[in-house]
C-alpha cells in the first residue's frame, strides 16, 4: 500500500461486504474495514480515514449512531461518510443526509458506481507509471 493513496475505512457486519468491497478497492486505495462501529472508532483511534463507507444496519452500534458520534466530535466531524445500505427507501437516505452523509448507496452496489462517487468526493491517487 503507498501511503500516498487515499485511505478508506469499510463498515459493514456482512463479512462477503468487507471482502468485495476490499478486492474492490484495494488497488487504489489505502481500505480498512470493520465489522462494527465499536472496531471502527477503535482504529480511528490510529488511523484518519479519508472517508467512510458506513452500512445502517449493524448490531451494538448501528450506522446512524455511529454517523452521529463522528460528526458530534470537533477531530472527526469533517470525515466525509457515504452510506452503503440495502434500504433503498428514500425516507431512510434523507434521514442519512440530515445526519450529515455526504452521499448514500444502496446495495447491492454497482462497483463503478461506487468507486465513481469515491472519486467525486475526495478524488483518486493514481498509480505511478512504470518508468
Excluded at 16 to 23: D, Q, W
Excluded at 57 to 85: A, C, H, W
Excluded at 105 to 124: A, C, D, Y
Aim: charged share 25%; net charge negative; with cysteine.
Amino acid at each position: 500500500m503507498s501511503a500516498l493513496w487515499k485511505t478508506i475505512f469499510l463498515v459493514d457486519d456482512n463479512a462477503s461486504n468487507l471482502t468485495v468491497g476490499r478486492n474492490l478497492l484495494s488497488g487504489v486505495y489505502n481500505v480498512y474495514t470493520c465489522n462494527s462501529g465499536v472496531r471502527m472508532f477503535k482504529l480511528l483511534e490510529k488511523i484518519r480515514p479519508d472517508l467512510i463507507l458506513l452500512d445502517v444496519e449493524m448490531p451494538e452500534m448501528g450506522g446512524y449512531e455511529v454517523i452521529q458520534q463522528l460528526k458530534g466530535s470537533q477531530n472527526t466531524s469533517d470525515i466525509p461518510v457515504i452510506f452503503l445500505t440495502a434500504h433503498d427507501d428514500e425516507e431512510t437516505e434523507i434521514k442519512g443526509r440530515l445526519l450529515g452523509a455526504i452521499d448514500y448507496i444502496t446495495k447491492p452496489f454497482s462497483p463503478s458506481v461506487l468507486i465513481e462517487r469515491i472519486e467525486t468526493h475526495i478524488g483518486r491517487v493514481q498509480k505511478p507509471e512504470p518508468v
